[in-house]
């Protein structure tokens, strides 16, 4: 069974815009996971622009015994004020899941997986220490990484494949290459011995199709499309019709 995790960050988007409290992230998580939703995805950064270090914490208890809770975000980033870094927020939440982004600072959202002929030498020892703290580990890659299995050898569980590119080509409605491309990063992946996520710009358009090739897709992290749906049709129909997509 596929985990559908939300990712929450765009309800803290629409908070700090005008900010207060309004409206609530632990409201509208709480309304996911009573909806069906397996997990909760955050993606902090060190600016702070929408989800933050309280929130994680607030999150993380809410998450604790009942759904898995996955924190994305640059190890490498340093600690800041506001923003401990993504090593202490994992060391004090201990999520079920981190999940390893290359995002700089200036980016509005994450474009690129790792290069891990460049940067498995300082991935390692972020992967280790992560799991010392008992988080499953997953690393953002793209799908025509041409070593992608490596991701097992640095101590990786999972990979996340990003499916922009994928998203992009069902949207101009000649998505075949880029689903084949997919499915044959997620086939090598799982003979190195990783689990396979999947996230970025999915929606209820085209995540059916990505499940049905891969079927043992094992997480799909989804939150822009999620939240914008949820503006029409409500918070709990939009989870539900998620969920059942990933149950065809």
């Not at 700089?104 to 891990?116: A, C, K």
């Not at 992560?130 to 992608?148: G, N, Q, T, Y």
């Not at 290459?177 to 090598?188: F, G, H, I, K, S």
């Not at 914008?228 to 059942?244: H, I, M, N, S």
Request: charged content about 20%; glycine content about 10%; overall charge negative.
């Amino acid at each position: 069974m596929t985990v559908l995790s939300v990712n929450v960050n765009k309800i803290a988007v629409l908070r700090n815009s005008r900010g207060g409290r309004e409206p609530d992230v632990r409201h509208a998580a709480q309304t996911c996971i009573a909806a069906g939703a397996g997990g909760i995805t955050v993606h902090p950064r060190p600016d702070r622009r929408h989800i933050r270090p309280d929130d994680v914490q607030v999150l993380g208890e809410l998450c604790r015994g009942l759904v898995e809770f996955n924190i994305e975000g640059n190890g490498f980033a340093p600690a800041r004020e506001g923003y401990p870094g993504l090593i202490a927020l994992v060391a004090q939440t201990q999520p079920a899941q981190c999940t390893l982004v290359p995002d700089g600072d200036g980016q509005i959202t994450s474009d690129h997986g790792f290069d891990l002929r460049a940067d498995a030498a300082r991935l390692k020892p972020l992967i280790a220490a992560l799991k010392a703290h008992r988080a499953r580990v997953s690393l953002f890659m793209d799908v025509d990484a041409p070593d992608i299995e490596r991701a097992a050898e640095l101590g990786a569980d999972r990979v996340e494949l990003y499916t922009g590119p994928y998203a992009e080509a069902y949207a101009r409605g000649h998505h075949a290459r880029e689903l084949e491309t997919c499915v044959r990063a997620a086939e090598r992946a799982r003979a190195a011995g990783l689990d396979v996520n999947a996230g970025h710009d999915l929606n209820q358009a085209n995540l059916g199709a990505l499940k049905q090739a891969i079927p043992f897709l094992a997480e799909a992290s989804i939150g822009h499309a999620l939240i914008g749906e949820a503006l029409y049709a409500g918070l709990v129909p939009t989870v539900q019709a998620y969920l059942k997509i990933l149950a065809a």
